[in-house]
């Protein structure tokens, strides 16, 4: 015993711990990631962004504020803009855009059922799947597109689309890396 070590029958010294080292309290419960007081603090819009799970990663969440997909209350923002309680953030990710207003700030990402009661999700819907139209797909044994076909394809899949040309998973069978 520690009183036999000590030299007498006493407490024992006030410098040992009775209780093993407490767990980290982030590790015990994730709702702890939340900021210490959202009414004054605030964070990263790129962290809160990943945080919540809007977005798959953090770098993902910065080169979006970087290239002009996310705004703040209607203005677009850099990734270290910090967002508060209450701010609107709109994201456009994936075809789709997400519009939420901020309940909680996270500082550390959490699960998703912690997540989703951070932000207050006023996005529309996502049109649904068959409304969903696959633009410019030929049927397979139809052969080679002329060149009329080419343009056809071109104006429906718009001017940005890709052409396939340079493009390793379109390449033949020379092409191809083995």
Same mark, same amino acid.
């Given at each position: 015993m520690a009183s036999d070590v000590a030299g007498g029958p006493g407490p024992t010294p006030p410098d040992t711990p009775s209780d093993p080292a407490p767990e980290h309290p982030a590790k015990a419960d994730p709702a702890l990631a /939340?900021?210490?007081?959202?009414? @004054?603090?605030?964070?990263? #819009? +790129?962290? &809160?962004? &990943?945080?919540?799970?809007? %977005?798959? !990663?953090? !770098?993902?969440?910065?080169?979006?504020?970087?290239?002009?997909?996310? $705004? /703040?209350?209607?203005?677009?923002?850099?990734?270290?803009?910090?967002? $508060? %309680?209450? +701010?609107? %953030?709109?994201? &456009?990710?994936?075809? @789709?855009? @997400?519009? /939420? #207003?901020?309940?909680?700030l996270l500082r550390k990402r959490v699960g998703a059922p912690v997540a989703v009661s951070c932000y207050l999700d006023n996005s529309p819907p996502p049109p649904p799947r068959e409304a969903v139209v696959p633009i410019g797909l030929r049927d397979r044994g139809t052969g080679r597109p002329t060149k009329r076909d080419r343009r056809e394809l071109e104006r429906l899949r718009g001017?940005?689309?890709?052409?396939?040309?340079? +493009?390793?998973?379109? $390449?033949?069978r020379s092409g191809s890396p083995r």
């Amino acid at each position: 015993m520690a009183s036999d070590v000590a030299g007498g029958p006493g407490p024992t010294p006030p410098d040992t711990p009775s209780d093993p080292a407490p767990e980290h309290p982030a590790k015990a419960d994730p709702a702890l990631a /939340v900021a210490p007081d959202p009414s @004054r603090g605030s964070v990263r #819009v +790129d962290s &809160w962004i &990943w945080s919540v799970r809007l %977005v798959k !990663s953090r !770098s993902l969440a910065a080169t979006a504020c970087r290239g002009g997909h996310v $705004r /703040v209350n209607g203005e677009r923002v850099k990734p270290a803009h910090g967002v $508060r %309680v209450g +701010d609107e %953030v709109r994201v &456009w990710h994936a075809g @789709r855009e @997400r519009v /939420v #207003v901020v309940k909680e700030l996270l500082r550390k990402r959490v699960g998703a059922p912690v997540a989703v009661s951070c932000y207050l999700d006023n996005s529309p819907p996502p049109p649904p799947r068959e409304a969903v139209v696959p633009i410019g797909l030929r049927d397979r044994g139809t052969g080679r597109p002329t060149k009329r076909d080419r343009r056809e394809l071109e104006r429906l899949r718009g001017p940005d689309a890709p052409t396939g040309f340079g +493009d390793p998973s379109t $390449r033949g069978r020379s092409g191809s890396p083995r």
